[in-house]
């Protein structure tokens, strides 16, 4: 039997965790609170070096460390962790079991199921389940389960980096969940079926019906790969590229040829630290998410792994036994940060280091756009041949692309959606404007496993 989340991965509560979102570009770190809504106290952000992670996967584990280092480094942050983990390597599935009364029969049973739901080699994955209830169903009665799978390697290179920067991690969760966690807003009027969309280094989408997850995907490089065809179609530093592309200005007329002036230097980082004026609220055990402890931590062995979770009734993983699902896995295998991040080859003359024109900032992030809008339309055509019943009442947007004046706009007509920005409440308003506080949604609901109420 492979080892199990519950073993390796599981939840330890007590004590101020920090939440921690390592993405393509951008390493931020938040301190937390629930008060109607997920409330940020303190926050550090830092840039990350091109290719230390990539499609959400770690490439350049003393990098990443030495960076989290930077980070933390007289932060007042504190050092236990609880970091997101957002790529095509983990698996999310809903099993329907018979009801069984001990905890170890039903055990038996996921595992016994995961050989052949998962589309991974069971000995390099971690694994664990939560029971959701039973369910009616035309067959009698069903208990309806959880499994969330991740590979190991994977895993153990996360932890790895963040141990060598002298952080204790305590969990791993879902970028997914923490993200609908953070901007789950209960009691809206028009409360239905919501689809989180994450735009920033990469691009993570979560279906969820109130605080319950029911689908979630990467489904691609996000600004990180625009920024990355910015910089080599003009050869100008990435830093540069990211700061025209978080610039740019949608909205403005269009003037062909018009050249914008790039930094001749890396982009300034934003300020590291926040000052706290207020104490991250005790963790609520029974919020939504799936945790993963420490496993080179003792105390860890034999805590309950799972907390009160999402229902995920859909997947996470690139892998399906329709033929909609298989289209599906191949789009989202084609949509990786290289093949973004890559350039056709075109015939023009050497640009300066200098010099990027407004035409071709517009063209590359009005093509991201189109790209991340077909991404997201493939993902509800799966989602509804799952689920016919759950139309996605409108889209909440988060992350990086808010900085982009215009974004929403385009995206709302790409894909005829209402979209929606959203931002995360801040305790001290005074660090309004010193940090970009829409890239704090993954980072603030990882720092809590509590969801508003």
């Keep these: 039997?492979?080892?199990?989340?519950?073993?390796?991965?599981?939840?330890?509560s007590g004590g101020e965790v920090v939440g921690l979102d390592i993405q393509p570009g951008l390493v931020a770190a938040v301190k937390a609170s629930v008060n109607g809504a997920v409330v940020v106290h303190r926050a550090a952000v830092k840039p990350l070096a091109a290719d230390a992670v990539r499609e959400g996967e770690v490439i350049d584990r003393a990098v990443l460390g030495e960076t989290l280092r930077e980070l933390f480094e007289d932060s007042g942050l504190g050092k236990r962790v609880r970091v997101g983990v957002a790529n095509q390597r983990t698996v999310m599935r809903t099993l329907e079991l018979p009801p069984m009364a001990d905890r170890k029969e039903l055990a038996a049973a996921v595992n016994f199921?995961?050989?052949?739901?998962?589309?991974?080699?069971l000995a390099n994955a971690v694994l664990d389940f939560h029971p959701l209830g039973v369910i009616n169903t035309p067959d009698g009665p069903r208990e309806r389960v959880v499994l969330v799978a991740a590979q190991r390697?994977?895993?153990?290179?996360?932890?790895?980096?963040?141990?060598?920067?002298?952080?204790?991690?305590?969990?791993?969760?879902?970028?997914?969940?923490?993200?609908?966690?953070?901007?789950?807003?209960?009691?809206a009027a028009d409360a239905g079926r919501v689809l989180y969309l994450n735009i920033d280094g990469l691009t993570n989408l979560a279906i969820a019906d109130g605080p319950?997850?029911?689908?979630?995907?990467?489904?691609?490089?996000?600004?990180?790969?625009?920024?990355?065809?910015?910089?080599?179609?003009?050869g100008i530093p990435l830093a540069a590229a990211r700061?025209?592309?978080?610039?740019?200005?949608?909205?403005a007329p269009e003037q062909p040829g018009h050249p914008m002036q790039a930094p001749t230097a890396p982009a300034q980082a934003q300020p590291d630290v926040e000052e706290s004026f207020a104490h991250t609220a005790e963790e609520d055990t029974g919020a939504p998410a799936v945790v993963f402890d420490d496993p080179a931590d003792p105390q860890s062995a034999g805590a309950e792994s799972f907390a009160t979770?999402?229902?995920?009734?859909?997947?996470?993983?690139?892998?399906?036994?329709?033929?909609?699902?298989?289209?599906?896995a191949a789009h989202e295998a084609d949509a990786g940060y290289a093949e973004l991040a890559g350039v056709d080859d075109l015939e023009?003359?050497?640009?300066?280091?200098?010099?990027?024109?407004?035409?071709?900032?517009?063209?590359?992030?009005e093509n991201g756009i189109r790209e991340i809008a077909g991404e997201v339309r493939n993902s509800l055509d799966?989602?509804?041949?799952?689920?016919?019943?759950?139309?996605?009442?409108?889209?909440?947007?988060?992350?990086?692309a808010l900085g982009i004046n215009g974004f929403t706009e385009a995206l709302a007509a790409a894909l005829d959606m209402d979209v929606r920005a959203e931002h995360i409440p801040l305790a001290d308003k005074s660090i309004e404007g010193t940090l970009s506080a829409h890239r704090l949604a993954v980072a603030a609901g990882l720092a809590t496993l509590e969801a508003p109420r």
């Design 1 to 12: 039997m492979p080892p199990t989340l519950k073993s390796l991965l599981g939840r330890r």
């Design 113 to 121: 199921q995961a050989q052949d739901q998962l589309p991974m080699p």
């Design 153 to 187: 390697d994977m895993i153990e290179s996360l932890l790895d980096a963040v141990r060598a920067a002298g952080l204790q991690p305590v969990g791993v969760d879902l970028s997914a969940f923490a993200l609908i966690r953070s901007l789950y807003r209960p009691g």
């Design 212 to 234: 319950i997850c029911s689908f979630t995907r990467v489904v691609g490089s996000g600004l990180e790969g625009m920024a990355a065809q910015v910089a080599e179609r003009r």
């Design 243 to 251: 700061q025209l592309i978080v610039e740019f200005d949608l909205g």
């Design 309 to 328: 979770g999402p229902e995920p009734r859909g997947e996470a993983s690139v892998e399906h036994h329709s033929q909609a699902a298989a289209e599906h």
């Design 348 to 365: 023009e003359e050497p640009a300066t280091f200098t010099q990027a024109s407004e035409e071709d900032i517009r063209a590359v992030v």
């Design 382 to 400: 799966f989602h509804r041949s799952q689920e016919p019943a759950g139309e996605v009442v409108h889209v909440s947007l988060s992350g990086a």
